[in-house]
């Protein structure tokens, strides 16, 4: 899957991933592989990602979007902190 994390400002994040925990509106959520097409609202929260390999990397983000379709995941984060 591929990822990506936008602010109003730059590209923060953009690569392969094996899986996203995202901070929904309703709680949070993880995204997989051939996950089915969503958009959701974000909360402020930390964002989650694991790639190919074990490494995990996590970021805070201040509220947004997360879009997903055909394994290409879109983070549009008002902010990171």
Do not use: C
Request: no cysteine.
């Amino acid at each position: 899957m591929n990822l990506e994390i936008l602010t109003p400002d730059k590209k923060v994040y953009e690569g392969e991933v094996t899986a996203v925990t995202v901070p929904g509106t309703l709680g949070s959520f993880q995204i997989l592989k051939d996950h089915a097409p969503i958009i959701s609202t974000l909360e402020d929260g930390e964002v989650i990602i694991k790639g190919n390999k074990t490494d995990e990397e996590r970021f805070f983000i201040k509220g947004g979007v997360v879009e997903v379709i055909h394994n290409k995941i879109v983070v549009l984060a008002e902010g990171i902190a």
